[in-house]
């Protein structure tokens, strides 16, 4: 008898176990809208930080060059810098070195017929007017 019970206890279970399966496989998904909904009320409550400033930390190297460590940018802006810097007029070289070991550098040797903050003024500049170029051209497009 002890083997027909342990027979009907083996049944028992591996009944429990496919009912348990067929309840975990049925579970629905939510409905694409359903997902906006969430991923819409996720992203109205994050936290909003505002962005002011880049955090720079320039070193003189010699005489004509100069590092310009900036964190937390990518390379997509340590190129679009350099793209810049080297327009300027006084520079004879732009480069950066973006890293996962040390904040981005951007390599900078100058002429010396300027001051290498004037010449980052300049480029400054050079971005925001092209910055402000792009926003009327988006304003402009008709959807």
């Known amino acids: 008898m002890s083997k027909k019970t342990s027979e009907d206890e083996l049944e028992k279970d591996?009944?429990?176990d496919s009912v348990a399966?067929?309840?975990e496989?049925?579970?629905e998904t939510?409905?694409?809208n359903d997902l906006a909904d969430i991923i819409s009320e996720q992203l109205e409550t994050e936290e909003v930080k505002d962005y002011k400033y880049?955090?720079?930390m320039l070193e003189q190297l010699s005489e004509r060059e100069y590092e310009l460590h900036i964190k937390?940018?990518?390379h997509g802006f340590m190129n679009y810098l350099v793209s810049k810097v080297i327009?300027?007029?006084g520079?004879?070289?732009a480069a950066y070195k973006n890293t996962s070991l040390a904040p981005p550098v951007l390599y900078i040797r100058i002429d010396g017929t300027k001051d290498i903050k004037n010449v980052l003024r300049e480029a400054i500049k050079i971005m925001k007017t092209e910055w402000k170029g792009m926003g009327n051209a988006v304003s402009a497009m008709k959807i």
């Open 21 to 23: 399966s067929k309840s």
């Open 14 to 16: 591996l009944m429990e």
């Open 87 to 89: 327009k300027c007029s």
């Open 54 to 56: 880049l955090k720079l």
């Open 72 to 74: 937390h940018q990518s």
């Open 91 to 93: 520079v004879d070289f």
């Open 25 to 27: 496989s049925s579970v």
């Open 30 to 32: 939510p409905d694409t």
